[in-house]
């Protein structure tokens, strides 16, 4: 028998979205039947899926079974040893988040993160106010719980706090910056390329051997930065929504 194992119930979308949500990650073509049964046996209306965009097959089979593709994420990875990392701009201080600076952080990620273009904000189904705190709940709960974040780094300019990122480890060999995001009112001044300057140095620290970064397809000045810093691209993910109603 085939189990999707890796498909749950989501109870932070069900509490902002007001409806029943699961997530699956990794869909594979043999999967699907068992992941509708998942949905339809736990009265699922809202379902998040993402799949590799190296299964073709899956996507469009996905695709005729009322799924309805809403992002594609890339992501980059860089061996830490090896190449030196670069220095950071003499003018932005990059350092871990403090304790007292959660809801900051929160408020910071609320403006980055307005209208972004993430597959959240792209199902019109969903509510814009909703879709614009999910990040702000990302930013401020990866301050707080370890379970959300293993380290938060933040860019500070002035004594004013401008940018942040996330920091996860996944083991020995990876680690991830899931989330960071930059004050509009600063962007495209290498807010952004000392962050990521300032996780490469986390992480090294920390004796992980790789880091991963992702973002949209479609974000290609972030990409730049990446390839700059002697990342390479790795892999691709579709995220499809699906409504059971």
Known sequence: MIVASNIRLSAIDEERFGMRTARVESVTLNQLSIIDEFCRSNAVKFLIAR?????????????????????????FARQIAGAPIPPIAEDIKVRPVREDEADAIGALAAKAFQGYGGHYHADSRLDRDQCDAVYQSWAYRSCVSQAVADGVLVAEQGGRLIGFSTLKVHNPDEGEVPLYGVDPSVQGQGIGRGLIIGALRWFEEQGVAKMFISTQVTNVASQKVWVRLGFEPSHAYYTFHKWFD
């Not at 799949?51 to 992501?75: I, K, N």
């Open 51 to 75: 799949c590799d965009a190296a299964e073709l097959q899956t996507a469009q089979a996905m695709e005729t079974q009322d799924f309805r593709l809403m992002d594609t994420l890339v992501y």
